[in-house]
């Protein structure tokens, strides 16, 4: 939304991750709203990167994480 708010519309890719502590990483993926929101502004190919646990880095598609959404 920073993005947006500041005049940004085009985006390569988003990296995610999360963790509980300073040095813990954990499975972070964008929650439904968020994906929603994102699909919004980009294709059905635009990639969202994922760190894991295992600090190894996912790939994915909005349209794999959100395969049906609601697009006008």
């Given at each position: 939304m920073?993005?947006?708010s500041e005049g940004e519309k085009e985006f390569e890719y988003i990296v995610?991750?999360?963790?509980?502590?300073?040095?813990?990483?954990e499975n972070?993926?964008?929650?439904g709203y968020c994906?929603?929101?994102m699909s919004e502004f980009v294709d059905e190919n635009f990639k969202i990167y994922a760190i894991n646990a295992n600090e190894e880095i996912e790939e994915y598609s909005i349209s794999?994480?959100?395969?049906?959404?609601?697009?006008l």
């Open positions: 920073k993005a947006l995610v991750c999360g963790g509980n502590s300073l040095n813990s990483l972070c993926l964008p929650c994906r929603q929101f794999d994480l959100l395969p049906h959404s609601f697009k």
